[in-house]
T-cell receptor, first 116, second 118 residues
Framework: EAQVTQNPRYLITVTGKKLTVTCSQN?????MSWYRQDPGLGLRQIYY???????DKGDVPEGYKVSRKEKRNFPLILESPSPNQTSLYFC???????????????FGEGSRLTVL | AQKITQTQPGMFVQEKEAVTLDCTYD???????LFWYKQPSSGEMIFLIY??????QNATEGRYSLNFQKARKSANLVISASQLGDSAMYFC???????????????FGTGTRLTIIP
């Protein structure tokens, strides 16, 4: 089954304790990205990756890191989480540039993070 | 810079009526894609429909259609014969290709919460 898998789905942590949210897709997609969803703000892009070892900042990259060592995985790293990073996080993937596909993003189920 | 605007934070619609959810966008790129996602209360993001900037016809997918008016930079979602299961948050989004290296920028609107009344 084609899917994007995120872990953990729910996490409560404390300020400053490093954490990683994993994301894996089994569709051989080139493009992967991370978003955070906050009430009234919609989804905002944190980082994206066009392919292995190619990553770039989205709109709200501060406080986050990513890596793309393998095509299927795109972990989101919070080196020193703060309460303002409490949010719902989504990982998503797609085939590639919009000119070569319908543009559909496949989303993971979301990871709800609370930083105390 | 790219921007998506959804001006309706919430809408209440009677069951079986048609619904139009508004979306306007702003970009200087000639090539872009517009799409709509549905997010039910369970939280997952469900792809509904896609429209490319060069597509001549409005996209349709079952009860969903996208009213694409390029000159007005609008991409409204129309849901015909609404059902109780259509109650959800709806997001309009746009992706544009940046530069010559295939990098893409994806921007979402703030969403419209649609409630279908029995």
């Amino acid at each position: 089954e084609a899917q994007v898998t995120q872990n953990p789905r729910y996490l409560i942590t404390v300020t400053g304790k490093k954490l990683t949210v994993t994301c894996s897709q089994n569709m051989n997609h080139e493009y992967m990205s991370w978003y955070r969803q906050d009430p009234g703000l919609g989804l905002r892009q944190i980082y994206y990756s066009m392919n292995v070892e190619v990553t770039d900042k989205g709109d709200v990259p501060e406080g986050y890191k990513v890596s793309r060592k393998e095509k299927r995985n795109f972990p989101l790293i919070l080196e020193s989480p703060s309460p303002n990073q409490t949010s719902l996080y989504f990982c998503a993937s797609s085939l590639g540039a919009s000119g070569r596909n319908t543009g559909e993003l496949f989303f993971g189920e979301g990871s709800r993070l609370t930083v105390l | 810079a790219q921007k998506i605007t959804q001006t309706q934070p919430g809408m209440f619609v009677q069951e079986k009526e048609a619904v139009t959810l508004d979306c306007t966008y702003d970009t200087s790129d000639p090539s872009y894609g517009l799409f709509w996602y549905k997010q039910p209360s369970s939280g997952e993001m469900i792809f509904l429909i896609y429209q490319g900037s060069y597509d001549q016809q409005n996209a349709t997918e079952g009860r969903y259609s996208l009213n694409f008016q390029k000159a007005r930079k609008s991409a409204n979602l129309v849901i015909s014969a609404s059902q109780l299961g259509d109650s959800a948050m709806y997001f309009c989004a746009m992706r544009v290709e940046l530069g010559n290296f295939g990098n893409e920028k994806l921007t979402f609107g703030t969403g419209t919460r649609l409630t279908i009344i029995p």
